[in-house]
């Protein structure tokens, strides 16, 4: 797919913004904070609704704005006009304080971003890992998110209940419908995951074989304490198992909300690895896997979203992931320092503007 | 600094306390009331001192009625032999306009709810008990919320009922997610009944 223009009005630093990106690789250069990563965010909220930088809405509108609004042109395939949308959207600040989100959702338009919080992935705590598959997953299947946003809703009652301190049998009868669905959505959300594991496997030996130089074999699993269990009742069971424990904790000690992800490389876990660069690669390497797939589920490749991500890589290497975007569709990568590359439309950003350099 | 007269400023303050009304919504719908004729004021005033005055809980079915037991309960046309158990008296009234359901209802008034603090004895569920003690009933329909409250009242419910012998069924998924029965139209609401399944 490709975003064939946006508006970008009182979003983070751009007063207002009309841009027309090339229909393949975008590059944006500009010093530090002149709003390259802003306008990847910008391009990223006008495809899916979202920001892929906060949950906060309030940290995005233009500071003592009321509202933002994003409106631009989705289009997939190349020629027939019935394959182009105009969206538009908008965040309101609301009498309360809180802020909405308008807009409506384009089944097929996808954007995958890398950016420097994806380190995380390799060396930061499970959640980050966690984020990470049930990101992907929702764009293979958007159901996911409900189902991610359900099971969030039954954890946080059910916990609520384990704090309140109740015993025996009125205790455990309190228990059991949230043990149930706990059970029921917590195993749609792992089946998802280790479907969404395997969709990326393939792809991802073969992108991290052609960037890296020395062609190491990289392996994703999906790590839970239910071992290979796929009916709810084997999650029910460890409930039942670990209710001393949840009790005396005030906490629900079993479930997909405390798996993982192994990430290996030649069979050595990629967290100790003492390379940066190795593990930014691999870091980049999982969301380039993620294209084929994306494109698979939703009948049109995604948008990249590539903040800074030649840094901290050997010229070599910058090479082979240049070669790699290269059979991208529609791409946007920023870099502090000017770039050449072949082929690709080059533009400045510099204080909230963007213009073709 | 300048105040609202005192008249003004108490029924933004009355307003305000209402849900999904802000400071703003609360003068603007004061202003708004201003400008109307004292009589329509007058009939809104009253119309709010009259539920509060002879609206009750029907003692049966805990539906909102102004005569106990409700006419539901009291019309006899209606089969004794099938109840639907709702969480609020708007659920119920969702449920009427289907115009597809001919037995009775139950209103727990409210939802398991954790986060509320609230648990089975805050709803009518000793009352839906006894309502069954006598076998007239033959099947329960649980037509809670398809949210994660409404799903774990209506589980909850199944597991309590299973003992006593009866067919316990819950109403169809399909309704918009997370939302609320009284959202969902006729159509939907009916489908969902229709395809209502026996729950273990
Ligand atoms: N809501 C907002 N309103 C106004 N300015 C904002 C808002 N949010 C962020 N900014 C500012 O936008 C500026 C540009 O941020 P951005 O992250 O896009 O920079 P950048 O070009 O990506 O820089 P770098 O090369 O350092 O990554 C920052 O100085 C930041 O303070
Ligand atoms: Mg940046
Ligand atoms: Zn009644």
Redesign the pocket.
């Given at each position: 797919m490709q975003i064939g223009w946006i508006q970008v009005v009182e979003f983070?630093?751009y007063r207002t913004l009309n841009w027309t990106p090339a229909p393949r690789l975008n590059l944006l250069q500009?010093p530090?904070?002149?709003?390259?990563?802003?306008?990847l965010e910008a391009l990223g909220m006008l495809v899916t609704g979202r920001s892929f930088r906060t949950s906060r809405l309030a940290?995005?509108?233009?500071?003592g704005a009321e509202s933002s609004s994003l409106a631009g042109e989705l289009g997939r395939g190349e020629a027939e006009p019935a394959a182009r949308r105009t969206v538009r959207r908008t965040l309101t600040k609301l009498e309360d304080g809180g802020w909405q989100n308008a807009g409506e959702a384009v089944e097929w338009a996808r954007a995958i971003a890398f950016g420097w919080q994806d380190l995380e992935i390799i060396n930061g705590a499970p959640g980050a890992r966690r984020n990470f598959i049930d990101g992907f997953a929702t764009r293979l299947y958007p159901a996911h998110l409900a189902t991610l946003v359900r099971y969030r809703q039954v954890l946080a009652r059910r916990n609520r209940l384990l704090q309140g301190g109740w015993q025996g049998e009125a205790g455990a009868a309190r228990l059991e419908p949230w043990n149930e669905q706990l059970a029921e959505v917590g195993m749609e959300l792992i089946a998802r995951r280790r479907k969404a594991v395997a969709a990326l496997q393939t792809e991802l030996a073969r992108v991290y074989g052609a960037l890296s130089a020395t062609r190491g074999k990289v392996e994703v699993r999906y790590r839970t304490a239910l071992g290979e269990a796929s009916e709810p009742a084997a999650l029910l069971a460890a409930l039942a198992r670990a209710r001393g424990a949840e009790l005396r904790r005030g906490q629900t000690l079993v479930g997909p909300h405390r798996d993982d992800l192994a990430i290996e490389i030649d069979a050595t876990d990629a967290r100790a690895f003492g390379s940066r660069g190795q593990q930014r690669l691999v870091a980049l390497a999982l969301r380039l896997a993620e294209i084929l797939p994306v494109t698979e589920a939703a009948g049109t490749a995604p948008i990249l979203l590539l903040d800074?991500a030649l840094s901290e890589l050997d010229p070599g290497v910058r090479a082979e992931v240049l070669r790699e975007l290269g059979t991208a569709e529609q791409v946007f990568l920023?870099t502090?320092e000017p770039l050449a590359v072949e082929g690709a439309a080059v533009f400045r950003?510099n204080g909230g503007g963007v213009a073709a350099a | 600094m300048a105040h609202y007269p005192e008249p003004v400023a108490r029924l933004i303050d009355a307003l305000q306390r209402l849900p999904g009304i802000g400071p703003k919504t609360a003068q603007r719908l004061t202003f708004f009331l201003l400008k109307r004729p004292a009589e329509e004021v007058r009939e809104l005033s009253e119309s709010l001192v009259a539920v509060k005055d002879r609206i009750v809980y029907c003692q049966t079915c805990f539906n909102v009625t102004d005569a106990d037991p409700c006419r539901l309960c009291a019309d006899p046309a209606r089969d004794a032999r099938l109840l639907c158990v709702v969480e609020e008296p708007n659920d119920l009234m969702a449920m009427e306009r289907t115009g597809e359901y001919r037995g009775r209802y139950h209103v727990l008034l409210g939802a398991l709810s954790p986060l509320d603090g609230i648990g089975p004895d805050d709803l009518k569920v000793r009352e839906l008990l006894g309502r069954l003690e006598n076998g007239t009933v033959g099947e329960v329909i649980l037509a809670t919320n398809p949210n994660v409250e409404g799903e774990a009242t209506a589980l909850y419910l199944a597991r309590l009922l299973r003992p006593l012998g009866l067919r316990v069924t819950r109403i169809a998924r399909g309704l918009p997610v997370g939302g609320d029965l009284e959202y969902a139209d006729q159509v939907t609401l009916s489908k969902a009944l229709e395809g209502r399944r026996e729950i273990s």
């Open positions: 983070r630093n500009g530090n904070a002149q709003g390259k990563t802003n306008l940290e995005i509108p233009r500071w800074d920023t502090p950003v | -």
